[in-house]
């Protein structure tokens, strides 16, 4: 009898810039199942940018909403990207428990060039952006190394590559 999925697969988590959502993508297209990331369900729901959301909110509203879609997510199956706040709260890392979770790691530097490229997050405003992005990744690092079953580092490397390397972590 063939086991029916009842999670993701994976989990992934990381800072901004790591390239969750792109990896999300190529992953489960891979694997020929659904893709989720919990900030489009945010913007779903919110019918607007996920930064405005969180602007609006405000971070400690925000972290309850993201984690109530994430709890959701996390009773589907396919491949789940969240936030990359998303760790910043137990209750949240918690839902992580029982799941296989891939952190996508990136340098300070890397980050920021690809999160500045890519537009305004209002998590990362401040007078000295890539001061600011840095001591982000520094808040976060243990909690990512907490809830992770896997780290890959996504510096230099092609989506692709990550992708494989993700599956062969998995399933050696």
């Known amino acids: 009898m063939a086991k029916t999925m009842s999670k993701p697969r994976v989990v992934l988590v990381g800072p901004p810039g790591a390239g969750k959502t792109t990896v999300g993508r190529r992953l489960a297209s891979t694997l020929n199942v659904p893709f989720v990331d919990s900030d489009h369900l945010v913007e779903e729901k919110y019918g607007k940018p996920c930064g405005d959301v969180f602007s609006e909110l ?70 000295d952006p890539q001061q600011h992005y840095a001591d982000l990744l520094a808040s976060r690092r243990e909690w990512y190394r907490e809830v992770s079953t896997y780290r890959v580092r996504t510096d230099d490397k092609r989506p692709t590559a990550i992708v494989g390397e993700i599956l062969e972590l998995i399933w050696g």
Request: hydrophobic content about 35%; aromatic content about 6%; glycine content about 12%.
């Open 58 to 127: 405000g971070e400690e509203q925000f972290r309850v909403v993201e984690r109530e879609h994430i709890a959701e997510a996390l009773t589907g199956h396919g491949i789940l990207s969240v936030g990359g706040g998303a760790v910043t709260t137990e209750e949240t890392r918690a839902l992580f428990d029982d799941h296989t979770v891939v952190w996508l790691d990136v340098s300070d530097a890397t980050g920021f060039t690809r999160t500045s490229a890519e537009g305004t997050r209002p998590v990362l405003e401040a007078d």
